[in-house]
T-cell receptor
């Protein structure tokens, strides 16, 4: 149980294009999902907290117009990197908590984004 | 400020020997503490958590961790290491009653188990 999937697992795009990453909770409902960014050999940096049916809460320094988050259902949140640039290249990981009140965040397998 | 610290960037241990990966926390109130493992180019896998109750928590793959309030520590342990345990380990925490359930992550410890 408590499986979170991400799609795509890897994406290569040209500078200036937009990329959408999907995060799905497969066997539970997730009121809250989180989006993280991880640089090589570093810890996870929380970008935003996504709540179903409401606007995402962004961490300080994260551009909300750059990283668009939509959490339209209890099992799906999307992160769109708009007008991507090479410095946006990174490993993006989502996580979700069970809406039944669990404390544990379950993580997706991550998406490797490379912007050329 | 609330924080989680992993003082060792890397831990080396021989296969079959016991392993310890250290974690200390500075989280106000009663902390919730977690251990996750990350294999290369993968997301984080949940290992175990401490919420309340018994200070010794048992988790997946034979790992356990002991919550020590006086030392503000939550070290991860395993009696006998396997080569397949080699991975990046993250300690994380949040405090009970927080407005959000955001996790604070440590910087990670790379565990290398030599055959």
């Amino acid at each position: 149980g408590a499986v979170v999937s991400q799609h795509p697992s890897r994406v290569i795009c040209k500078s200036g294009t937009s990329v959408k990453i999907e995060c799905r909770s497969l066997d539970f409902q997730a009121t809250t999902m989180f989006w993280y960014r991880q640089f090589p050999k570093q810890s996870l940096m929380l970008m935003a907290t996504s709540n179903e049916g409401s606007k995402a809460t962004y961490e300080q320094g994260v551009e909300k117009d750059k990283f668009l988050i939509n959490h339209a259902s209890l099992t799906l949140s999307t992160l769109t990197v708009t007008s991507a640039h090479p410095e946006d290249s990174s490993f993006y990981i989502c996580s979700a908590t069970d809406s039944s009140g669990g404390e544990t965040q379950y993580f997706g397998p991550g998406t490797r984004l490379l912007v050329l | 400020a609330q924080s989680v610290a992993q003082p060792e960037d890397q831990v080396n241990v021989a296969e079959g020997n016991p392993l310890t990966v250290k974690c200390t926390y500075s989280v106000s109130g009663n902390p919730y503490l977690f251990w996750y493992v990350q294999y290369p180019n993968r997301g984080l896998q949940f290992l175990l958590k401490y919420i309340t109750g018994d200070n010794l928590v048992k988790g997946s793959y034979g790992f356990e961790a002991e919550f020590n309030k006086s030392q503000t520590s939550f070290h991860l342990k395993k009696p006998s290491a396997l080569v397949s345990d080699s991975a990046l380990y993250f300690c994380a925490g949040r405090y009970y009653g927080g407005a959000t359930n955001k996790l604070i992550f440590g910087t990670g410890t790379l565990l290398a188990v030599q055959p």
